[in-house]
């Protein structure tokens, strides 16, 4: 699956999680996902989700990778952590907003159902 559609879904997990709500901060945080071929960037904040262009410095988090790092990420399948110390990821940005970003990647992740 393609990156933007994987952080397409993650963006709508966290609009239409309401255990999500009480991590989302007041004011907007930036998310940056850089890789091979491609970029995007994204705001998440108690008022909702965006795509954007233009990102407060103070406030974006950049993670940068190769697109099977953050397919990992993406899909719960490795955390954020484990790839930074393995090397998979870098993580530009204050240690505060990796850790709240590292939460919404857990508690967001996509679960199977099991019928």
């Known amino acids: ?25 007041e004011e907007r945080v930036y ?4 890789w091979e071929n491609g970029d995007i960037v994204f705001a998440i904040s108690k008022n909702g989700t965006e795509k954007g262009e233009e990102a407060d410095e ?24 484990q790839q930074m110390r393995l090397k998979e990821l870098s993580v530009v940005g ?7 970003l590292e939460s919404i990647f857990h508690l967001g992740k996509p679960y199977l159902s099991i019928n």
């Open 31 to 34: 998310i940056r996902f850089e």
């Open 58 to 81: 103070q406030r974006l988090l950049t993670i940068r990778g190769s697109a099977e790092a953050i397919h990992a990420l993406l899909t719960g399948e490795l955390k954020l952590q």
């Open 1 to 25: 699956m393609k990156i933007q559609r994987l952080i397409q879904q993650f963006i709508e997990r966290i609009q239409t999680s309401n255990h999500l709500s009480p991590l989302l901060p």
């Open 94 to 100: 204050s240690f505060r907003h990796m850790l709240l």
